[in-house]
């Protein structure tokens, strides 16, 4: 049971738009920067998103991310078949003293 | 170019005791925090611990999970970070990822070593 919660699925069209929340608590979302990262079948986890909604350079802008209160997304705009991976949120707990993440959202571009 | 390689995993008996060892280039590794994420075969990831910068005392943090048998040190001088790994469980059987960052910043993480606990 992960601390953050995330749908386990989600799926869109090429060219689509999709979401991806991630719901979390005081501790944690609301109080922490949250970050997403995209993993690749086979590949190490890359940060798409840090420090709420900044993208590193490199990462396309049809990533994009919001925050309010607990809760967090993660917005995908002009979906393509290389989007098709597991994506994670994560934040850093202050009850824990630890980092958290969700149990990640399989996106499967049909 | 930022490269962190981790090394060290291995097949180990429950109860055995192995450390992990990353090496960071590319980016100022003492003002960094360092962490070890795993990832268990087609699970999620789980974050073990976490070692501070020179600035914050090199702090430690665990996860309950491994608190009391694992063990994250670092050497600046090196730009090392190392995962000593004790009573290890089936359990622990996981990709090993070592991760780098500054606190509102993105983070860096290198590619991962397998550890497999089977007897």
């Known amino acids: 049971q992960s601390v953050l919660t995330q749908p386990p699925s989600a799926s869109g069209t090429p060219g689509q738009r999709v979401t991806i929340s991630c719901s979390g608590s005081?501790?944690?979302?609301?109080?922490?920067?949250v970050y997403w990262y995209q993993q690749l079948p086979g590949t190490a986890p890359k940060v798409l998103i840090y420090?709420?909604?900044r993208r590193p350079s490199g990462v396309p802008d049809r990533f994009s991310a919001s925050k309010s209160g607990t809760s967090a997304s993660l917005a995908l705009n002009g979906l393509q078949s290389e989007d098709e991976a597991v994506y994670y949120c994560?934040?850093?707990?202050?009850?824990?003293?630890?980092?958290?993440f969700g149990g990640g959202t399989k996106l499967t571009v049909l | 170019e930022v490269q962190l390689v981790e090394s060290g995993g291995r097949l180990v008996q429950p109860g055995g005791s192995l450390t992990l060892s990353c090496v960071a280039s590319?980016?100022?590794?003492?003002?960094?925090?360092m962490d070890w994420v795993r990832q268990a075969p087609g699970k999620g990831l789980e974050w073990v611990g976490r070692?501070?910068?020179?600035?914050?005392?090199?702090?430690?943090e665990y996860a309950a999970s491994v608190k009391g048998r694992f063990t994250i040190s670092r050497d600046d001088s090196k730009n090392s970070v190392y995962l000593q790994m004790n009573s290890l469980k089936t359990e622990d059987t996981a990709v090993y990822y070592c991760?780098?960052?500054?606190?509102?910043?993105?983070?860096?993480w290198g590619q991962g070593t397998l550890v497999s606990v089977s007897s």
């Open positions: 005081s501790s944690n979302i609301e109080s922490n920067s």
């Open positions: 994560a934040a850093w707990d202050d009850s824990l003293s630890g980092r958290v």
């Open positions: 420090r709420d909604i």
């Open positions: 991760v780098g960052g500054i606190v509102g910043a993105f983070d860096y």
């Open positions: 070692t501070r910068n020179k600035a914050n005392s090199h702090t430690t």
């Open positions: 590319g980016f100022i590794f003492s003002d960094h925090y």
